[in-house]
């Protein structure tokens, strides 16, 4: 089973900045099957990026993202208040999904 | 307009069965997605529990498959989660959700509100 570890667990920020999240994997990935959440408190989460680089419907250009093998990286180039949440990747291989811990982008 | 929404027992007495389903409105189970089961205990990540497809194919967690059924009923177009000797560890939010192909991808694109379900005596 592959292992997805989400740096940093929390990143503090002020709106207008950039952030960078990454998602490393015990074992290299299907590019096409690596996949990234928002979750705000309260909520279900929200398909923001599919095949590692593809943004969902309605997803602002701020959100990108990239990367193959082991490793992958979500970026906001600019924050908006909005933004403030958790954010997950997701992998799947061998018939198995499986979730980052999380990275907590919070206000600073 | 896609909609799921989970239903069943917010209380589950530990060594019990916990019973949920999930109604989906605005697609077809027999459609070409799978359906999912996700869950998320309190202040924690997200744990994905399995998976069906239309023809009753399934996938689950290896760390849960010894206690979960995931089971589909085009007729009505809902599935369920079943899952057996319950513990205060798998007090969590439950959620369904629908992972549909994108160009040469995945995605879990639809999800149901979520639904607590507590473990206690």
């Known amino acids: 089973e592959i292992v997805l570890t989400q740096s940093p667990g929390t990143l503090s920020l002020s709106p207008g900045e950039r952030a960078t999240l990454s998602c490393r994997a015990s074992?290299?990935?299907?590019?096409?099957?690596l996949v990234w959440y928002q979750q705000k408190p309260g909520q279900a989460p929200r398909l923001l990026i599919y095949?590692?680089?593809s943004r969902a419907t309605g997803i602002p250009d701020r959100f990108s993202g990239s990367g193959s093998g082991t490793d992958f990286t979500l970026t906001i180039s600019r924050l908006e208040p909005e933004d403030f949440a958790v954010y997950y990747c997701?992998?799947?291989?061998?018939?198995?999904?499986?979730f980052g811990q999380g990275t907590k982008v919070e206000i600073k | 307009q896609v909609q799921l929404q989970e239903s069943g027992p917010g209380l589950v007495k530990p060594s019990g069965t916990l019973s949920l389903t999930c109604a989906v409105s605005g697609d077809s189970l027999s459609s070409k997605s799978w359906w999912n089961w996700v869950r998320q205990p309190p202040g924690k990540g997200l744990e994905w529990i399995g998976e069906v497809y239309h023809g009753g194919t399934t996938n689950y967690n290896p760390s849960l498959k010894s206690r979960v059924t995931i089971s589909i009923d085009k007729s009505k177009n809902q599935f369920s989660l079943t899952l057996t000797s319950v513990t205060a560890a798998d007090t969590a939010i439950y959620y369904c959700?629908?992972?549909?192909?994108?160009?040469?991808?995945?995605?879990?694109?639809?999800w149901g509100q979520g639904t607590l379900v507590t473990v206690s005596s």
């Open positions: 074992q290299s990935v299907s590019g096409n099957l």
């Open positions: 959700a629908r992972d549909t192909q994108y160009d040469n991808s995945w995605g879990f694109d639809y």
């Open positions: 095949g590692a680089s």
């Open positions: 997701q992998q799947y291989g061998s018939s198995v999904w499986t």
